[in-house]
């Protein structure tokens, strides 16, 4: 496996690098003009937004040097409105999580589009005696807890460079999604599409909306993107006006999902109800990620958010009720998500349980395992599996990593990230250009504010439930070489301080991203 630096990157870099000194003292004069009230950016996020205007000017010396890897910076642009909500999922937010009031999410700094390539390596692996030295230290810090494992992987190679305890397997939070991202990006696939529709039962006048188990089916105005009930709600008045019908009966269906629909973890802001039909997750307020409360039925409240659109267009309907579709039925209209390598960006980037956990059962219904949650389970162990992924002692519980009977090691979550990083898997690519991004974008925006060998450079999933701290992902060292990171803590008998311990795991990130170690 080799994913070196772009030769198109080495050809541009120079002049990139001197753009981004040329920008940055306009991106610190504009930032001091902007209105009263408006964000002051740090240096370091400066440093980053002044590299990735520099990137931006040198494209054509890019594009005619040769192919550009138009898959490694999409995350920043598409979940720019959703990155400005508090951290959400089981990184619950508070001190050092994302604020509405945090800067707009940038693109990579430079450095973090090195080893996306298919050329020559041009640096040397860090030394694994070096590493060690290093981060030893680091990861015997008692803020920590009990338990800390970690392992660091060469992406270009494979190679381990650093172990401590790397098969042992831990409670891994919302790391676990990694896993999810992977089985879903391989079964059923980036291109797939969850499609939400109605259909008409004939000689009855009943319409049925049937889910098909997008979450991220709107019903807002604005819809950056994803699908919206307001369009289906259209396009389904049109076909019944077209049939001269303006009464009818509103019916849903939830029945491709089985088994309990409520999380093990019980009623909780962090996730709703787990069911194939939902608006806007369920949320009772204007979030978009994050923690809120959500409605007791997502399923029902979505109905009855069809059925006012409906008489928006003249449609009079009954007060909704659940129902099944028949095979006689007769299709009215669709719509259906973004791809779903947007809807694992999303996932990773805000940490985004109901997007993990309807997943899953896409990855349960492609694979013909029953889409509930144990389903989901053995459908997502079973796809690790045929990828000859390191599975010795996990468990897999749910998709999101909030239930704390997940189970995974460190090697497995750097083995994740790997063949994310394999040019021959382009399929997986979304696993990596997810990962929310240092001081800028979604769990990561409020950290490493203070770090500015990291801000822009580290990009990683975070996971936190009481008792647990974990933090995977990647990082392009001080030589330019890509390495993917496992650091995984736990101790559930005396949990430590959640604030101090996600510092701690962030000094060790920093220290790779500022490690020779040769």
């Known amino acids: ?18 753009v981004a000194r040329t920008v940055r003292p306009h991106v610190a004069r504009v930032t001091r003009i902007m209105r009263p009230g408006a964000v002051r ?62 800067p707009r999410p940038a693109p990579s700094a430079a450095t973090v589009l090195a080893g996306l390539g298919r050329s020559t390596v041009t640096v040397p692996a860090p030394a694994g005696k ?29 190679k381990r460079l650093y ?35 109605t259909v008409l039962e004939p000689d009855t006048k009943e319409v049925v909306l049937v889910g098909g188990g997008d979450p991220t089916l709107t019903a807002r105005k604005v819809t ?32 491709l999902f089985t088994g309990p629909v409520l999380h093990p973890i019980g009623v909780n802001e962090n996730i ?17 990620s994050g923690t809120a409360t959500r409605a007791p039925d997502p399923a029902a409240d979505a109905a009855r958010t069809f059925a006012g659109l409906l008489r928006d267009h003249g449609i009079e309907t009954t007060a909704p009720g659940p129902s099944k579709a028949t095979g006689r039925s007769k299709a009215l209209a669709s719509v259906s998500s973004p791809p779903l390598s947007a809807l694992v ?63 995974l090691s460190a090697h497995l979550l ?25 001081g800028f974008t979604g769990t990561l925006s409020g950290r490493y504010a203070d770090a500015p060998a990291a801000t822009g450079v580290v990009r990683a999933k975070t996971g936190t439930l009481t008792g647990v701290n974990t933090l995977s992902g990647t990082v392009v060292d001080a030589d330019g070489r890509l390495l993917a990171f496992a650091f995984m803590t736990s101790d559930e008998a005396h949990p430590p301080n959640p604030f101090t311990a996600r510092s701690a795991l962030d000094r060790a990130a920093t220290a790779l991203a500022s490690c020779g170690c040769r």
């Open 1 to 18: 496996m080799v994913v070196p630096e772009l030769r198109a990157w080495r050809t541009a870099r120079p002049h990139v690098l001197r």
């Open 41 to 102: 950016w740090t240096t370091p996020q400066l440093t980053a937004v002044a590299a990735t205007m520099g990137l931006a000017l040198a494209a054509g010396a890019v594009t005619a040097a040769g192919p550009w890897d138009s898959s490694g910076q999409r995350t920043a642009e598409r979940d720019r409105a959703a990155s400005r909500a508090p951290e959400g999922g089981a990184d619950h937010a508070g001190a050092g999580g994302a604020t509405a009031t945090g």
């Open 130 to 158: 070096a590493l060690a030295r290093v981060l030893d230290p680091l990861l015997d810090d008692p803020v920590l807890g009990a338990r800390r494992t970690a392992v660091v992987v060469d992406v270009a190679t494979g």
């Open 163 to 197: 172990g401590k305890g790397a098969d042992t397997v831990q409670t891994p939070a919302s790391t676990t999604k990694i896993a999810t991202a992977v089985a879903a990006l391989t079964a059923p696939g980036p291109d797939h599409r969850i499609t939400t529709r």
């Open 224 to 255: 950056d993107g994803w699908a919206s009930l307001r369009t289906l709600a259209d396009r389904t008045a049109a076909a019944l006006k077209s049939r001269h019908l303006d009464h009818v009966t509103l019916s849903y269906d939830t029945s």
């Open 272 to 288: 709703a109800a787990v069911t194939p039909l939902m608006v806007d997750e369920g949320r009772r307020d204007d979030s978009t």
């Open 345 to 407: 960006e999303r996932m990773l980037t805000n940490s985004d349980n109901d997007i993990a956990e309807a997943l899953a059962r896409q990855v349960a219904l492609a694979t013909g395992e029953e889409p509930s949650f144990d389903g989901d389970a053995k459908a997502i162990r079973a796809r690790l599996k045929k990828l000859g992924l390191p599975l010795d002692g996990a468990r897999f519980a749910d998709g999101s990593g909030l239930n704390r009977a997940d189970k």
């Open 414 to 438: 750097t083995a994740l990230l790997a063949a994310a990083g394999d040019p021959d898997r382009p399929e997986l690519r979304t696993v990596l250009t997810g990962l929310p991004i240092a």
